[in-house]
């Protein structure tokens, strides 16, 4: 069975930084495009960094402004996401997803994959 777990959210203030983490279970991960969405109160899921494949190029939002890295270690089965200098306007639940075989034009799309964590809270204070 495939789960996602992600974990390391938080409440922070402006400014801070936070690195919530996605443990993969049952999926070869190393194949499988992985990648963060958000969703903030009363907006639609939106992307905000991704990873095609193993060993490709990160791919992120405009609003992530450099703020933001995605990582993942093969290893640990685990995609992470470096946030710094948040927000307010970062306040939202961030969700891990997975599918296998993304292009590159589907990955921002939420719709594209079929697998996706219980999110974790991420709470920007002023």
């Known amino acids: 069975q495939v789960q996602l777990v992600e974990s390391g959210g938080g409440l922070v203030q402006a400014g801070d930084s936070l690195r919530p983490s996605c443990v993969a279970s049952g999926l070869s991960f190393s194949t499988y495009s992985m990648a963060w969405f958000r969703q903030g109160p009363g907006k639609e899921r939106e992307f905000v960094a991704g990873?095609?494949?193993?060993?490709?190029?990160?791919y992120y939002a405009d609003f992530v402004k450099g703020r933001f890295t995605i990582s993942r270690d093969n290893a640990k089965n685990t995609v992470y996401l470096q946030m710094n200098s948040l927000k307010t306007e970062d306040t939202a639940v961030y969700y891990c997803?997975?599918?296998?075989?993304?292009?590159?034009?589907?990955?921002?799309?939420?719709?594209?994959?079929?697998?996706w964590g219980q999110g974790t809270q991420v709470t920007v204070s002023s």
């Open positions: 997803a997975a599918d296998k075989n993304l292009i590159l034009s589907s990955m921002t799309n939420p719709h594209s994959y079929k697998y």
């Open positions: 990873l095609r494949r193993s060993g490709s190029r990160p």
